[in-house]
Nanobody, 122 residues
Framework: QVQLVESGGGLVQAGGSLRLSCAAS????????MGWFRQVPGKEREFVAR????????SYGDSAKGRFTISRDNAKNTVYLQMSSLKPEDTAVYYC???????????????WGQGTQVTVSS
């Protein structure tokens, strides 16, 4: 099973950028579909982006389209989420996860990191 550790969160002003990293160990990320999700207290975990292991195809949730980019560095066994034009409503804990099914529901993913907090001030 793959172990995941997120980093890169923090406080940023609206309009700014952050890059989140998800370092994997135990298995290579290229063998999984890797996803990013986010969650705020009292709400369900929301799909942000995913990248497929074979071919590297990507897809995004509506809130991320045009502003976020998911990528993968196989040599570093790390997945990234580059976030730009950040808005206060992007404030959440961001999680990366691994799946062999590849859906957009959190239930499709079976390995999760501990999360990293992103706070966007207005």
């Amino acid at each position: 099973q793959v172990q995941l550790v997120e980093s890169g969160g923090g406080l940023v002003q609206a309009g700014g950028s952050l890059r989140l990293s998800c370092a994997a160990s135990g298995r290579t990320v290229s063998t999984y579909i890797m996803g990013w999700f986010r969650q705020v207290p009292g709400k369900e975990r929301e799909f942000v982006a995913r990248i497929f292991g074979i071919g590297g195809t990507t897809s995004y949730g509506d809130s991320a389209k045009g502003r976020f980019t998911i990528s993968r560095d196989n040599a570093k066994n790390t997945v990234y989420l580059q976030m730009s034009s950040l808005k206060p409503e992007d404030t959440a804990v961001y999680y990366c996860a691994a799946s062999q099914l590849g859906g957009t529901s959190p239930s499709s993913y079976y390995s999760w990191g501990q999360g990293t907090q992103v706070t966007v001030s207005s």
